[in-house]
């Protein structure tokens, strides 16, 4: 099955179009074609002398005029949907109620909560129409057959009854298997789909062993995504795009039969129904059986499509991933500080780095000027192999140092405190006995304690 070029990713950036506010005088007659190009010009023109000449190339603007004709026009024409969908409607409403009615239905459709009659002015109409002209290559036809398609799906499969069903308990395995948490550098949202929980045959049967089973988890996979979706913003400025992170950790080869038409379909289904929505694919732990499965897919996709998968090896996942995320918004399963209801740490408090060279030590010193406070820490490293060790060490030449962690080797993230009672420094000492030159990341806070024998006193 053959499929349409998509733009490259690199492509220039357009803002929205500003609509008409609502109530404003149109061009469109409700029994005639609409002709917004008048209109929409006028308001470009109006904001020209505020946005770089490049981002609005003609070709492109001359696509989106168009393309909101022609969707404007198939609105208010009752086809958008298409004309067996236009014929079997009217034919039904006529026979429950035996009279036409007046104004279609088609009128206020919208698509991810955006109307998509773009008369009605919403500032997010154009951004969502653009989508599908990028994922066409700005060609319109094509642009708007791939909006009918989408369109007759979501209403085939019933995609907005299914987004307001109570969603799955947090114990129950799809709720383990699809989850959005944290953000990558820009703001997107990060959605997980982590498929390590069917590690063997058994449990691929017990969750996908049955036809109504896999249709009951690719319901799920529709639910997770428009609840994601629903939370960007259209508007200019906003988050429209998400980041995917697909985990196959622990994934046999066993497992492949069940699991390859889950994966192909959900594939599928992000490129053909929900148009650049996906800012990156990001295939953690990938092991060989899936290389092959993965290059068969893409012989389908455009080159710019083919750009935003990103493969990863297991010794490479928390590398790869810090290049998109900060460690703060970094899950500590993947490598990073983030903590599932974390009562010490915020995002908002930053993570500070060093780097210890191959055969080298370094140590970490956080000078404690007032003591009756409790320091907290978290640290990781990335690609681990390196040695840990925690002391205190007081400024009193006379007191002891106090040893907290024996050296051990450091396989994960660390979280560790202590209560100070007189002035120091802590002192964490990383040895790397590697030749390559380990990151270093950490984060120090300090919170006023009282001791338990005064707190009893």
């Known amino acids: 099955m053959s499929r349409k070029p998509k733009p490259s990713a690199s492509a220039v950036v357009q803002k929205p179009l500003k609509e008409a506010e609502v109530g404003d005088e149109t061009n469109c007659d409700d029994d005639k074609p609409c002709d917004l190009s008048d209109q929409h010009e006028n308001n470009v023109n109006n904001n020209e002398g505020t946005k770089p000449a490049a981002e609005w190339k003609f070709p492109r603007k001359k696509a989106l005029l168009q393309f ?11 086809y958008l949907l298409g004309r067996s969908y236009r014929s079997l409607s009217r034919s039904s409403r006529e026979n429950r109620n035996n009279v036409s009615l007046q104004q279609p239905p088609l009128r206020d459709i919208a698509l991810w909560g955006v109307p998509l009659l773009p008369s009605k002015g919403h500032d997010a109409t154009d951004h969502v129409l653009k989508n599908f002209l990028k994922a066409r290559d700005y060609k319109v036809s094509e642009a708007f057959e791939m909006l009918q398609e989408t369109l007759r799906w979501r209403r085939q499969h019933r995609v907005d009854e299914i987004a307001g069903e109570p969603h799955p308990g947090p114990d129950e395995p799809v709720s383990q298997m699809l989850y959005a948490r944290s953000v990558d550098r820009d703001g997107r949202p990060l959605c997980f789909h982590v498929y390590g929980v069917l590690e063997d045959r058994e449990a691929c049967k017990r969750a996908l062993g049955t036809k109504e089973k896999v249709e009951e988890f690719k ?20 988050v429209d795009s998400v980041v995917q992170i697909t985990d196959l950790k622990n994934m046999q080869s066993q497992s492949v039969k069940e699991m390859r038409g889950v994966l192909r379909s959900t594939f599928w289904m992000v490129q053909n129904h929900y148009p650049e929505l996906v800012h990156r694919h990001i295939i953690l732990n990938v092991p060989l059986w899936y290389y092959t499965f993965h290059l068969l897919l893409l012989r389908l996709l455009h ?17 790869t991933l810090l290049k998109f995320i900060d460690p703060e918004d970094l899950p500590v399963e993947y490598g990073g500080l983030l903590r599932e209801n974390d009562e ?40 681990w192999d390196v040695s840990y060790k925690e002391e205190f060490v007081p400024e009193d030449e006379g007191s002891y140092k106090v040893l907290l962690q024996r050296s051990k ?25 590697t030749f390559k030159k380990k990151r270093v990341l950490y984060r120090t806070k300090f919170k006023p304690t009282v001791p338990m024998y005064l707190f009893f006193k």
């Open 219 to 238: 319901r799920r996979v529709v639910q997770f995504t428009e609840k994601v979706l629903r939370k960007l913003s259209f508007e200019d400025g906003g």
């Open 409 to 433: 080797k450091l396989s994960e993230s660390v979280r560790n405190s202590y209560y100070i009672n007189e002035p120091g420094e802590l002192v964490i000492t990383i040895r790397n006995p």
């Open 344 to 383: 010490e740490f915020s995002t908002l408090e930053k993570v500070s780095e060093v780097f210890v060279r191959g055969n080298t030590a370094k140590s970490i010193r956080i000078p404690i000027a007032e003591p009756g406070a409790t320091v907290v820490w978290d640290l990781t490293v990335v690609g």
């Open 303 to 319: 080159q710019s499509d083919k750009s935003k998968f990103t493969l990863v090896r297991p010794a490479k996942v928390t590398k």
């Open 68 to 78: 909101r004709c022609k969707v404007e026009d198939a609105i208010r024409g009752d």
